[in-house]
């Protein structure tokens, strides 16, 4: 079974920055996908942005409302992913879930509230 815990949202005026961080905690694959999903009220959940644990040039994934704004790393030793968030928009805002997939198994963690405003 697989733990995840958010940590580092919160209020933030509309340019700025934040910074996410999802760890880990049970059994973990060494191959796997961590991800950042978002979701608003009335509307369904949706992928922010996506990493591989592998070392591959393309092993990472973003929505393109989030593009060149946002970036996803992770660091398997630790067993984290994070979501560095810049130039944050009030269309930002929403309850971000952090995601872990591998081989055929899914978990999310509790979700970490963004507010974009000013």
């Known amino acids: 079974q697989v733990q995840l815990v958010e940590s580092g949202g919160g209020l933030v005026q509309p340019g700025g920055s934040l910074r996410l961080s999802c760890a880990a905690s049970g059994s973990i694959f060494s191959i796997n996908v961590m991800g950042w999903y978002r979701q608003t009220p009335g509307k369904s959940r949706e992928l922010v942005a996506s990493i591989s644990s592998l070392f591959t040039r393309r092993n990472t994934n973003y929505a393109d409302s989030v593009k060149g704004r946002f970036t996803v790393s992770r660091d398997n030793a630790k067993g984290t992913v994070y979501l560095q968030m810049n130039s944050l928009k009030p269309e930002d805002t929403a309850v971000y879930y952090c995601?872990?997939?591998?081989?055929?198994?899914?978990?999310w963690g509790q979700g970490t509230q963004v507010t974009v405003s000013s």
């Open positions: 995601n872990l997939q591998q081989s055929g198994q899914s978990a």
